[in-house]
């Protein structure tokens, strides 16, 4: 039954699998646990990918947050291989190349108004991140004047990566607490009203605000008021402190639109792309910022305005000839036209399967991106006790009804790629529906039995 991976046999795999990978997210000894047995991915189409058993199942997340037009896509593979046919990867440091150059250009025109003019290439959301910290540090450093501004503001809740400068920004305690002490300090806030009352003195020592606009994702698809966008935007114009838009997660379609910003006309001093920029295909990031940013790093060698940051991989060729298709395949198959009826299917499914269901608590919705609560009450949206793990638990059932996907503690995560099929939808709505009644009857037994 098994599959053989380059002469492995299954057996070989999970022994090494189980003995020498450490995996993100994940507490090991479980995974590692004699009774896990581990999901190999082996093949995808579309929204689907098929495990080594053979087994398909709709990639309920779009593989965490990145596949944007689904798995094998013709289109984006031509073009990888056309590159690959050509080079893999050249420095760049000290050269350039086409494909850069190009998905630069198209980068910027996809903002309105000609506002942001420069794209910096690195390598995933993270770096997106710390580059766009470092820009805006450096940035006030070189502008006469405005050498206060040290400071940075994020949110309660908010994830913008894991490296120490990003990780700096977070505000999930289980995610960011254990680095306290390696991370720089933040002014943290809770919304926009608070932003609005921050004493002048105090704005006038920031350098920037970062924002995940519309929905924080890892805080459980958590949505903005609607406004809050568009209110940081003007607060950020009177006060002179930039805006950083961490569009990581709902860049390329997710919300509907290309870009989250849009929804509420913004258009930030930075913008993080990653996840979505190659399809879901390649790591590749970009961090785009004004001309205005960028003008200020001009200047002679011992001025020292250079920018001094940079990663091996920068602009990797593959990743940018990647990004470049999955743009042309926006065009050509008029995804966000498409979308926007399975935005609302995906509505009708999950307010029909949660007044249907009694364990399914709040629904949060925003474009294709969606979050449902496996709750104990409804009415009162109690939550089972965290040692239940009815998040995991669900998702693992909802493996069994050819769904994958991966909870924020009990928030279920459907976030598919926008090319699924409606009633691919429905099937990974029925999943949760019937994942969630399975495990919260377990659950329900389990604790009366403890309780008796
Ligand atoms: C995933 C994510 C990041 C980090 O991106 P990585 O590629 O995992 O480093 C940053 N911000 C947001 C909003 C994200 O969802």
């Given at each position: 039954m098994r599959s053989e991976v380059h002469g492995t046999s299954h057996v070989e795999l999970v022994a090494l699998e189980k003995s020498r990978l450490w995996h993100p997210f994940t507490q090991m000894r479980d995974w590692c646990a004699p009774e896990h047995e581990p999901l190999f991915i082996e093949e995808g189409q579309a929204e689907m990918l098929r495990s080594s058993d053979g087994r398909w199942f709709i990639d309920g997340n779009s593989s965490i947050w990145t596949n944007i037009h689904g798995h094998n896509h013709k289109r984006i593979n031509d073009a990888i291989v056309k590159q690959l046919e050509r080079v893999a990867h050249s420095s760049f440091l000290g050269c350039t190349h086409a494909a850069a150059a190009r998905l630069a250009g198209r980068l910027c025109d996809l903002w309105p108004g000609g506002k942001l003019t420069r794209v910096f290439f690195s390598d995933d959301g993270s770096t997106a991140i710390e580059c766009a910290v470092k820009m805006a540090a450096q940035y006030w450093q070189q502008t006469p004047g405005q050498e206060q501004r040290t400071e940075f503001?994020?949110?309660?809740?908010?994830?913008?990566?894991?490296?120490?400068?990003?990780?700096?920004?977070?505000?999930?305690?289980?995610?960011?607490?254990?680095?306290?002490?390696?991370?720089?300090?933040?002014r943290r806030l809770t919304g926009v009203e608070e932003i609005e009352a921050i004493p002048p003195q105090d704005a006038s020592r920031l350098a920037a605000i970062v924002i995940e606009p519309?929905?924080?994702?890892?805080?459980?698809?958590?949505?903005?008021?609607?406004?809050?966008?568009?209110?940081?935007?003007?607060?950020?114009?009177?006060?002179?402190?930039?805006?950083?838009?961490?569009?990581?997660?709902?860049?390329?379609?997710?919300?509907?639109?290309?870009?989250?910003?849009?929804?509420?006309?913004?258009?930030?001093?930075?913008?993080?792309?990653?996840?979505?920029?190659?399809?879901?295909?390649?790591?590749?990031?970009?961090?785009?910022?004004?001309?205005?940013?960028?003008?200020a790093f001009l200047g002679s060698v011992e001025e020292s305005k250079t920018f001094f940051y940079g990663h091996s991989?920068?602009?990797?060729?593959?990743?940018?000839?990647?990004?470049?298709?999955?743009?042309?395949?926006?065009?050509?198959?008029?995804?966000?036209?498409?979308?926007?009826?399975?935005?609302?299917?995906?509505?009708?499914?999950?307010?029909?399967?949660?007044?249907?269901?009694?364990w399914l608590g709040e629904c949060r919705q925003c474009g294709l991106i969606a979050g449902v609560d496996v709750v104990r009450n409804k009415t009162s949206g109690e939550k089972f006790p965290p040692s239940a793990l009815a998040g995991v638990r669900t998702c693992l059932a909802a493996r069994e009804r050819g769904l994958l996907t991966r909870p924020?503690?009990?928030?279920?995560?459907?976030?598919?790629?926008?090319?699924?099929?409606?009633?691919?939808?429905?099937?990974?709505?029925d999943a949760i529906f019937y994942a969630a009644d399975k495990v919260a009857q377990e659950i329900s037994a389990e604790y009366s039995a403890t309780s008796n």
């Open positions: 503001a994020a949110f309660e809740f908010a994830y913008h990566g894991d490296t120490t400068g990003a990780s700096s920004l977070g505000g999930i305690g289980r995610f960011h607490d254990k680095f306290g002490m390696i991370h720089f300090p933040i519309l929905v924080q994702g890892a805080a459980g698809i958590r949505l903005w008021p609607e406004g809050t966008l568009a209110r940081l935007r003007s607060w950020c114009d009177r006060t002179g402190v930039l805006l950083i838009a961490d569009e990581v997660m709902t860049g390329f379609g997710r919300t509907g639109k290309m870009f989250a910003c849009e929804h509420e006309g913004v258009v930030p001093d930075f913008v993080a792309l990653a996840k979505g920029l190659t399809g879901g295909y390649l790591p590749l990031a970009a961090t785009l910022t004004t001309e205005r940013i960028f003008q991989y920068t602009a990797n060729q593959l990743g940018c000839a990647a990004a470049l298709a999955s743009l042309d395949v926006f065009e050509e198959e008029k995804t966000l036209e498409k979308l926007k009826p399975k935005i609302v299917i995906l509505r009708e499914i999950l307010a029909e399967a949660q007044k249907k269901s009694p924020i503690g009990d928030t279920i995560v459907l976030m598919p790629p926008l090319c699924i099929r409606e009633e691919r939808l429905k099937q990974a709505v």
